[in-house]
């Protein structure tokens, strides 16, 4: 199953690449209704799990992938060479 080019349904986890300055970060990872995901780093030692109070609201996903891409890779990756 595919959500977008960079985003699919594989050995019981969604994968998906977040693109920040030029570098792609590949993750696998799981997803609860009100935006709880757990991702794993596929080229990364790094696992990042958010919570929240958001249950069944449709705006949950994509707060969490702001997050991702705007805040929490950019902090983790810093110093970093892939």
Request: proline letters at 4%.
């Amino acid at each position: 199953m595919t959500i977008s080019k960079d985003e699919y349904y594989g050995y019981l986890f969604w994968n998906k690449t977040y693109k920040i300055n030029d570098v792609d970060y590949e993750v696998y990872y799981s997803s609860g209704n009100g935006g709880n995901r757990i991702f794993i780093f596929k080229d990364q030692p790094i696992v990042i799990v958010i919570t929240s109070t958001a249950y069944n609201t449709p705006q949950a996903h994509k707060q969490v992938d702001k997050i991702m891409q705007g805040y929490l890779i950019p902090a983790v990756s810093q110093g970093q060479e892939k």
